[in-house]
């Protein structure tokens, strides 16, 4: 009970949409990122919110999703089913984050972590989506997100984020 309470680690992430990022932001609606390993069983609950999320926003945002493969690992080491559940998302743009560099930019530091970004470069929110490790349902950080993609303003800006560390290739496994 204490380990699906307890929060990952989350880095510094830039008020604005980093420069040096090879990602690209898109100019006419938010952009939301989600960093996820692909061997972390946690990440399966943020894979089920992100589509259920992205069920209520009404094509108003980008989504890419981000899985971190670290230097040493064979090629295909993030083929994972939670890859291809993420790959069966309408809309939803999965890609390999070699090294976790783009991870770094952008703060996230455990599986599972969001950051959302209007049009103009500006952090909207950044964390989790599920209320605790590999746990589906209603919680602030999914309602944030909601909110702010479809317009509303919402005080809540960050959550914790619940999942394994993104940099560990020992992480837990998901065959």
Request: proline fraction near 6%.
């Amino acid at each position: 009970m204490s380990y699906e309470n307890k929060p990952g680690p989350a880095g510094e992430t830039s008020t604005a949409w980093p420069t040096d990022s090879q990602i690209t932001r898109q100019p006419d609606r938010a952009t939301l990122l989600m960093f996820l390993h692909p061997y972390c069983p946690c990440s399966r609950a943020s894979i089920e919110e992100l589509n259920r999320l992205l069920g209520q926003c009404q094509n108003s945002v980008s989504v890419n999703v981000l899985f971190v493969r670290p230097n040493g690992v064979s090629d295909d080491w993030a083929n994972t089913s939670l890859r291809k559940v993420a790959q069966s998302i309408p809309g939803v743009h999965v890609a390999l984050d070699e090294n976790g560099k783009e991870a770094r930019r952008f703060g996230a530091e455990s599986s599972g972590y969001v950051v959302l970004y209007n049009p103009k470069g500006e952090l909207l929110f950044s964390g989790g989506i599920t209320g605790t490790r590999g746990h589906e349902g209603q919680n602030a950080g999914e309602d944030a997100v909601i909110a702010m993609v479809n317009g509303h303003s919402m005080p809540l800006t960050h959550t914790h984020v619940y999942g394994c560390d993104l940099f560990d290739p020992e992480a837990k496994t998901d065959k």
